[in-house]
T-cell receptor, first 111, second 113 residues
Framework: QQQVKQSPQSLIVQKGGISIINCAYE??????FPWYQQFPGKGPALLIA?????SEKKEGRFTISFNKSAKQFSLHIMDSQPGDSATYFC??????????FGAGTILRVKS | DGGITQSPKYLFRKEGQNVTLSCEQN?????MYWYRQDPGQGLRLIYY???????QKGDIAEGYSVSREKKESFPLTVTSAQKNPTAFYLC????????????FGPGTRLTVL
């Protein structure tokens, strides 16, 4: 059973456009929601994270929007650049610092 | 530089052989994790350890074993009982304070010949 559902599987965006990736969860005990960025052949790197008592968090061109009542959160990448082309994973933390990951979104930004 | 190192980067194994993947961290983190990554399936937790000499099974522990004799080391053995071991293996660590941020190593790609 997939506890964190991520969509879309892949995304193509023009340079300068907005990339939007969505995630949904069921377990209301999750208390921390990070996003990771992964380039081919590399380990994932933390991009940005949010706690459920905050509705939005922005760091540079990256913004997380969080809707606690709908149990959904999303990543917005403003002014998308070719260097943003990577795989993005949402995740949710449960007990014991365990993370549950979404299936990932492959983003391609066309120049 | 502080970080997580994994070795080797690429590993080839013949069917029926056990292989051990190395993971070392110098971040003084308490908790360490092993994940398996397959295309289109995200990261799946194999084993994790919150403290030295203690570890728990994750979602896909069958065919794998671990040890945690030192705080900085968490090796993973892929045994011959693992029927489909070809994958990208990732090690991660966190402080254990409850914040949740996990830091990942560069990964080991295991291929069964």
């Amino acid at each position: 059973q997939q506890q964190v559902k991520q969509s879309p599987q892949s995304l193509i965006v023009q340079k300068g456009g907005i990339s939007i990736i969505n995630c949904a969860y069921e377990n209301t005990a999750f208390d921390y929601f990070p996003w990771y960025q992964q380039f081919p052949g590399k380990g994932p790197a933390l991009l940005i994270a949010i706690r459920p008592d905050v509705s939005e968090k922005k760091e540079g061109r990256f913004t997380i929007s969080f809707n606690k009542s709908a149990k959904q959160f999303s990543l917005h990448i403003m002014d998308s650049q070719p260097g943003d082309s990577a795989t993005y994973f949402c995740a949710a933390k449960e007990y014991g610092n365990k993370l549950v990951f979404g299936a990932g979104t492959i983003l391609r930004v066309k120049s | 530089d502080g970080g997580i190192t994994q070795s080797p980067k690429y590993l080839f194994r013949k069917e029926g052989q056990n292989v051990t993947l190395s993971c070392e961290q110098n971040l003084n983190h308490d908790a360490m994790y092993w994940y398996r990554q397959d295309p289109g399936q995200g990261l799946r937790l194999i084993y994790y350890s919150q403290i030295v000499n203690d570890f728990q099974k994750g979602d896909i522990a069958e065919g794998y074993s671990v040890s945690r004799e030192k705080k900085e080391s968490f090796p993973l053995t892929v045994t011959s009982a693992q029927k489909n071991p070809t994958a990208f293996y990732l090690c991660a660590s966190t402080t254990g304070s409850g914040r949740g941020t996990q830091y990942f190593g560069p990964g080991t790609r295991l291929t069964v010949l």
